[in-house]
């Protein structure tokens, strides 16, 4: 098992490039989610899934946009890049009984010049 | 509200020594779910124990233990005869109910560097 990976692992973008991070997990888990984590402030939400189709707003969705086509994979875009989006970005997965563990990914690191 | 408290930034502890990271919560529900977490250097976060409000019982797993207060909204952990593979950051976190599922607050972490 792989667990939860990420794609990719670290990326620098200039303001206003767009990209997109991919997360894939093999645990068959319902919910995804995706974090930042930023120096003394922990992991804050951006976006959940609670099933394949569904997606909803956490505590921090500005500027980020989230597509959940497929159960194993979560996808986070920026479509205009800025630089209070420089952080490092984990997705985690967990089962449908809530609230269980989250299995996080590796992180990508983003940094926006 | 939800808020979850780790007062302690950063602490450093000489190995074998025991080390106590805190946790302060605050909900309005009476139904939660209390988590801690691992951050090694590597960066994975990995996860180390989770508790219901309904269970008060502290536990212990290996070096590892955490005591549960309700009554001052706090779940402790402590770690026994620190190592220096312990360095890492440690993240509480809170769950609760809401419309359509559960909702989850990290706290800020502490960092926890031991020394050789």
């Known amino acids: 098992n792989a667990g939860v990976t990420q794609t990719p692992k670290f990326r620098v973008l200039k303001t206003g490039q767009s990209m997109t991070l991919l997360c894939a997990q093999d645990?068959?888990?319902?919910?995804m989610y995706w974090y930042r984590q930023d120096p003394g402030m922990g992991l804050r939400l951006i976006h959940y899934?609670?099933?394949?189709?569904?997606?909803a707003k956490g505590e921090v969705p500005d500027g980020y946009n989230v597509s959940r086509l497929k159960k194993q994979n979560f996808l986070l875009g920026l479509e205009s890049a800025a630089p209070s989006q420089t952080s490092v970005y984990f997705c985690?997965?967990?089962?449908?009984?809530?609230?269980?563990?989250?299995?996080f990914g590796p992180g990508t690191r983003l940094t926006v010049t | 509200a939800q808020k979850v408290t780790q007062a302690q930034t950063e602490i450093s502890v000489v190995e074998k020594e025991d080390v106590t990271l805190d946790c302060v919560y605050e909900?309005?529900?009476?139904?939660?779910?209390l988590f801690w977490y691992k951050q090694p250097p590597s960066g994975e976060l990995v996860f180390l124990i989770r508790r219901n409000s309904f269970d008060e019982q502290n536990e212990i797993s290996g070096r590892y233990s955490w005591n549960f207060q309700k009554s001052t909204s706090s779940f402790n952990f402590t770690i026994t005869a620190s190592q220096v593979v312990d360095s890492a950051v440690y993240f509480c976190a809170l769950s609760e109910a809401y419309t359509g599922g559960f909702k989850t607050i990290f706290g800020a972490g502490t960092r926890l560097f031991v020394k050789a």
């Open positions: 909900t309005r529900d009476t139904t939660y779910y």
């Open positions: 899934s609670v099933g394949e189709g569904t997606t």
């Open positions: 985690a997965s967990s089962k449908r009984e809530a609230p269980s563990e989250q299995y």
């Open positions: 645990m068959n888990h319902e919910y």
